[in-house]
C-alpha cells in the first residue's frame, strides 16, 4: 500500500520541500518497520513518476 501526494511549487523551492517532506514523512513515528519516502518531480504525472 502506499500513498501519493502532489505538491505544486515556486521555482527555487523544489529543494527545501524535498527536504520538508522526506524528513517529515520518514520521521513521522517511530515504526518496526522503515517508511520510505520516494520523491519524483516533473511538469507532468508521468514526468513525475519514480
Known amino acids: 500500500m502506499h500513498d501519493e501526494l502532489l505538491f505544486e511549487i515556486a521555482p527555487g523551492e523544489e529543494e527545501q520541500l524535498r527536504q520538508l517532506v522526506h524528513e517529515g514523512m520518514e520521521g513521522v513515528m517511530k515504526l518496526r518497520v522503515p517508511l520510505e519516502v ?13
Open 38 to 50: 520516494a520523491i519524483g518531480v516533473g511538469e507532468t504525472w508521468k514526468d513525475a513518476a519514480h
